[in-house]
Each structure stands twice: as C-alpha cells, then as structure tokens.
C-alpha cells in the first residue's frame, strides 16, 4: 500500500470516527451550520495531514482543536459585524446637532442601504472604508489577491450606490469618509 493510500485510509477512519462528534459539538456551541463547520474542519485537516497526530485519540483531538477555532472565528466575523452595525446605527445620534441636519439624513440612508448589503460586500467596504487598509493588505485579510480584491471592492461600491437610488447623499468629513470619529 502506498504513503497516498495509507493516509486516505486514514483520514476515512478519521473522518467516520469523528463527523458526527463533531456535528455535535458544532451544534452545542454555535448557530452556524453543523455540518458545514465539521466538514470545513476535515477539509483543513487533510492538506495538513502530516501534522496530524497518528494516535487516533490525538488525531480527533486534532479536529476539535481545529473546529474550536473555526467557530472561534466565525464568532468574531459576527461580532465585529454586529459592532460595525452599531456604530453606523449610532453616527445620525453623533452628528444630530444644529446645522447637519442633511447629515444625519444622509447617513441614515447609508445606514438603511448598508443593512440591505450582503455581507460579503459589507466586508469588502469596510476593509477599505472603516478599517482604511490598502488594497494588498485587505486582499491578504480575505485570502485573495489585491487585484481580486479591489473586483470585489467595485463591485460592492456599485451595489451600495445601486441601493442608494438615483441621488446617492452627498456625505463629507472624516468622520463620514473614515467611518470614525
């Protein structure tokens, strides 16, 4: 048998030993899809199989370790989306003084259309808008190259303006432009 036939033998009983625990703990812990995560979980497992542990317990140890962090990260793309919503929730309240009246108009349009967004696109455009990274750097953050990213970065402008109507509002400031005070 050779070294390829023995690993995928291996990462089988792998993969039937601990699916459904996995599916489990997945479950018990987030409301993301189970079986997606588990098997997001094996996927990573099987290009990196030689640093998996031969040991059968240590090998699910393994793919815990690596769902653990999977749903670790999931929680905090929710989070800081959850957070960035608030923040565009809470700007009309920040710049709600005399005179800027049209403002607070405009971003409450904004943050309407930004709700309707997908979240792929929210990601895109907070990258570059609230977080101010470069194109390469926020190409490298979602595992995609600048050129990609910056596809990715029209398009979701062009969704956002679509949203916004024929009369996009006219926002201006640093506050507005770099989504911080």
Same mark, same amino acid.
């Given at each position: 048998?050779?070294?390829? %036939?023995?690993?995928?033998?291996? /990462?089988?009983?792998? /993969?039937?030993?601990?699916? +459904?625990?996995?599916?489990?703990?997945?479950?018990?812990?987030?409301?993301?899809?189970?079986?997606?995560?588990?098997?997001?979980?094996?996927?990573?497992?099987?290009?990196?199989? +030689?640093?998996?542990?031969?040991?059968?317990?240590? @090998?699910?140890?393994?793919? /815990?370790?690596?769902? $653990?962090?999977?749903?670790?990260?999931?929680? %905090?793309?929710?989070?800081? $989306?959850?957070?960035?919503?608030?923040?565009?929730?809470?700007?009309?309240?920040?710049?709600?003084?005399?005179?800027?009246?049209?403002?607070?108009?405009?971003?409450?349009?904004?943050?309407?259309?930004? +709700?309707?967004?997908?979240?792929?696109?929210?990601?895109?455009?907070?990258?570059?808008?609230?977080?101010?990274?470069?194109?390469?750097?926020?190409?490298?953050?979602?595992? &995609?190259?600048?050129?990609?990213?910056? &596809?990715?970065?029209?398009?979701?402008?062009? @969704?956002?303006?679509?949203?916004?109507?024929?009369?996009?509002?006219?926002?201006?400031?640093?506050?507005?432009?770099?989504?911080?005070?």
């Amino acid at each position: 048998m050779s070294d390829t %036939s023995e690993a995928e033998s291996a /990462f089988r009983g792998l /993969f039937e030993s601990a699916y +459904s625990d996995v599916v489990r703990y997945v479950g018990r812990r987030t409301t993301d899809d189970p079986e997606d995560l588990a098997a997001e979980a094996l996927t990573i497992a099987w290009p990196r199989w +030689s640093e998996v542990p031969t040991d059968p317990t240590e @090998a699910r140890a393994y793919v /815990f370790g690596v769902t $653990r962090r999977l749903i670790l990260a999931s929680q %905090s793309r929710s989070a800081r $989306r959850s957070a960035l919503a608030v923040r565009l929730a809470e700007r009309p309240a920040e710049l709600a003084t005399p005179g800027h009246e049209e403002e607070v108009l405009a971003l409450v349009d904004l943050r309407q259309a930004w +709700s309707l967004l997908d979240a792929k696109h929210q990601e895109v455009l907070a990258l570059s808008v609230l977080e101010g990274l470069p194109s390469a750097a926020a190409g490298r953050a979602l595992g &995609i190259s600048a050129v990609a990213y910056r &596809i990715r970065l029209s398009r979701a402008r062009a @969704a956002l303006l679509a949203l916004l109507g024929d009369d996009p509002p006219t926002l201006t400031g640093p506050l507005v432009l770099r989504g911080r005070p």
